[in-house]
């Protein structure tokens, strides 16, 4: 044998031997194996926790690197630290020192290298712009995103606008790992839960790891012995059944079936039918965002706030909206029509061409009123109409972004129907609500007293109501009426309080 010929059979054993000491058949579990050999290309892993699934993804992107030479692959972790320490040391070198592969590592760029030319990429959602762009514009033959309950990018856009075509060339699959959690919206909801179709889903707990199963099993026992109150907890329900259950403590909105319901109006006889107040709030949007529309009713006899209706589409032109407004006037007698003014241009154009008066709404402080809307659905001062269950299923599901210290909304959730629930709320004075009383013994000192004091508040409220319609009616965004309207807030926030 030649030099030449040795060399070459020495480099390619060098290069190839791996495959042999590789035999996923023996390494993988049944279902790890069921899962990685199933040609689909999009494929979910929905298992409970410890069930194997980030090792799984590990030595998936291991076989495809070794299998497939000179092939990208990637890991998408929620963050850039918490892909490293979920996949480098743990799954990835575990793999490379158990078969002896010989991969390179590079701590610093997280690359994998095997010795066919493949590499493994890994990195995190919140990666910079710029190792993104480099990242996403390369070709794959695998992608991997893990914990993909808890993504807040939206991970539609990212598999299926930048990634999906990515994968193209290679014949590439792109995979979602993870177990339940509280965002029960987005893309792998809606994968593990059938909405969603074209994907491949493969679900098992960590009794079918092998590696687990047993210490599985005492950490159950432990639990139903020792703490079996735990298992009651939404966190039980979602690590170790894998169930879509949604934290209370994590819900935006303290709305509930039943206490937050009622099937009619209440009917009031006489003159005081006419007493009752309609209150339409609008949140503009087009795409994907909708325009969505609330309708509240509260009554001078009343203390409740009832929402009657609720309406959200994508892709409503200025003219749709207004149109909206107009055949919601029409239908309930709305009294006010309170709107979200961020797109001032939309907004003027619907006051002056369309002939609808809007009152501008009032977006500061949000969490602050949000807590007080609360302290109303818990007392069931705040009730939906069978005619609000897109609203209801947005209360239902709009939880807190729990990545941020400062109490933000979760961005994957829906939340425009709430928005504009929101807006009209703070402008609805049910709380002022009376059922009026007899009328007074103004010879008896307590009485007189009483009812000097119930006319002078009627007479502020009404004085502060003249001057806050005065100033909007000059200019409904110039400063000053906003700075007015804080006060008027100011006001009613302090009554709330009371
Ligand atoms: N084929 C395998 N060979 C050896 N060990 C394995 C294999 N599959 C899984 N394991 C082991 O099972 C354990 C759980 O695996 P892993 O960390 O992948 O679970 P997980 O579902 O991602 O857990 P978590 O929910 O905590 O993210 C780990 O200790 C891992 O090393
Ligand atoms: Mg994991």
Redesign the pocket.
């Known amino acids: 044998m030649n030099v030449e010929l040795q060399r070459s059979l020495l480099n390619h054993a060098a290069k190839y031997s791996h495959r042999s000491r590789f035999n996923i058949d023996k390494?993988?579990?049944n279902k790890?194996l069921s899962f990685i050999k199933h040609p689909n290309k999009l494929k979910a892993l929905f298992?409970?926790?410890?069930?194997?699934?980030?090792?799984?993804g590990?030595?998936y992107l291991v076989q495809e690197a070794l299998n497939v030479d000179s092939c990208n692959c990637l890991y998408i972790g929620l963050t850039r630290l918490s892909a490293k320490g979920?996949i480098w040391k743990?799954?990835l070198k575990?793999i490379d020192k158990r078969y002896k592969l010989g991969i390179k590592f590079n701590g610093s760029e997280l690359t994998a290298t095997t010795g066919n030319g493949s590499v493994i990429y890994v990195t995190g959602a919140d990666a910079g712009d710029d190792e993104m762009e480099k990242l996403l514009g390369k070709k794959y033959r695998l992608v991997i995103i893990?914990?993909a309950a808890s993504f807040t990018i939206d991970l539609r856009r990212l598999i299926y606008g930048i990634l999906k075509p990515a994968t193209v060339d290679q014949g590439g699959s792109i995979c979602l790992?993870g177990?339940s959690g509280n965002l029960t919206t987005g893309l792998f909801f809606d994968i593990t839960t059938g909405a969603e179709t074209g994907w491949e889903l493969f679900k098992w707990s960590?009794f079918d790891?092998p590696?687990?199963a047993k210490q599985w099993k005492e950490e159950l026992e432990d639990i139903a012995l020792n703490r079996p109150r735990f298992m009651e907890t939404p966190l039980f329900k979602q690590w170790y059944l894998n169930e879509w259950v949604i934290d209370d403590d994590k819900l935006v909105y303290r709305f509930s079936y039943g206490r937050n319901e009622y099937d009619h109006l209440p009917s009031y006889p006489g003159q005081a039918a006419s007493k009752w107040q309609y209150v339409l709030g609008v949140d503009l949007g087009y795409h994907p965002d909708p325009s969505a529309f609330v309708v509240v009713a509260f009554h001078e006899y009343d203390t409740t706030l009832y929402v009657i209706d609720c309406f959200k589409q994508v892709e409503m032109d200025i003219t749709d909206v207004a149109n909206k407004i107009k055949w919601f006037k029409a239908e309930y007698g709305i009294d006010r029509v309170v709107i979200d003014g961020a797109n001032k241009q939309a907004v003027m154009e619907m006051q002056k061409r369309h002939d609808v008066p809007l009152t501008p709404a009032d977006k500061t402080g949000k969490v602050d009123f949000i807590q007080i809307m609360n302290a109303e659905f818990i007392q069931g001062k705040i009730l939906l109409s069978k005619k609000c269950q897109d609203l209801k299923d947005e209360y239902l599901s709009l939880i807190w972004n729990d990545k941020k210290i400062k109490k933000e909304e979760h961005p994957n959730c829906d939340n425009h129907l709430c928005d504009s629930a929101l807006y009209s709320w703070r402008y609805c004075y049910q709380f002022l609500s009376k059922m009026p009383k007899e009328s007074p013994n103004l010879k008896d000192k307590k009485q007189y007293i009483a009812h000097t004091q119930k006319l002078l508040e009627e007479s502020l409220e009404r004085q502060i109501r003249n001057q806050e319609d005065q100033e909007r009616g000059e200019d409904i965004f110039h400063t000053s009426a906003m700075d007015n309207e804080g006060d008027v807030m100011n006001y009613y926030i302090n009554k709330r309080r009371a």
């Open positions: 390494i993988a579990f790890q298992c409970t926790r410890r069930a194997a699934k980030s090792y799984t590990g030595l979920i743990d799954v575990d893990d914990e790992l177990t960590a790891n590696h687990i």
